[in-house]
């Protein structure tokens, strides 16, 4: 018989945060948060799954259990030659067996983060930025670019 956990989680931010997303258009601004269908900003429940699924990853092959190396499918278990050869063909590692891979569901769901009631800030901020050459470490001409933090 499996049972049910629930984990609620609460962040407090120490600084602005941005993570871009689809949503609101804002004019003036390149790069706009994610908002829910309220237009309140979220930390999407994909990209917390993604963090957890990365430390779950690194955390295992410190301890040397074979892990898969995704998005890729020929990576992916149960395709993935070091783990078929460590844990026998057709099986799948800790991290695909938790959350899922492209053969097999996820045990694990997660919900979007919300900002609590009294947190919202009414006009979210802008910050501008500049873009830089990799190469040369310089601003690159007409790279100017503005987002949108909470």
Not at 18 to 29: A, Q
């Given at each position: 018989m499996r049972r049910r956990f629930v984990i609620r989680l609460t962040?407090?931010?120490?600084?602005?945060l941005?993570?871009?997303?689809?949503?609101?258009?804002?004019?003036?601004?390149d790069r706009c948060v994610q908002v829910d269908h309220k237009g309140l900003p979220i930390?999407?429940?994909?990209t917390l799954r993604g963090r957890a699924r990365a430390y779950l990853e690194r955390l295992l092959r410190s301890r040397g259990h074979p892990?898969?190396?995704p998005p890729r499918p020929e990576l992916t278990c149960p395709?993935?030659?070091?783990?078929?050869?460590?844990?026998?063909?057709?099986?799948?590692?800790?991290a695909c067996r938790v959350f899922g891979s492209s053969w097999r569901p996820s045990t694990v769901y997660f919900s979007d983060l919300k900002p609590h009631p009294s947190d919202l800030i009414p006009n979210p901020w802008t910050?501008?930025?500049?873009?830089?050459?990799?190469?040369?470490?310089?601003v690159r001409e007409e790279r100017l670019f503005s987002l949108q933090l909470v």
């Open positions: 962040a407090a931010l120490r600084s602005p941005h993570i871009s997303g689809p949503g609101e258009r804002l004019p003036l601004v930390i999407p429940a994909s892990v898969c190396t395709h993935n030659r070091e783990v078929a050869s460590a844990l026998g063909e057709g099986r799948f590692c800790l910050r501008t930025g500049i873009g830089i050459s990799r190469y040369t470490g310089a």
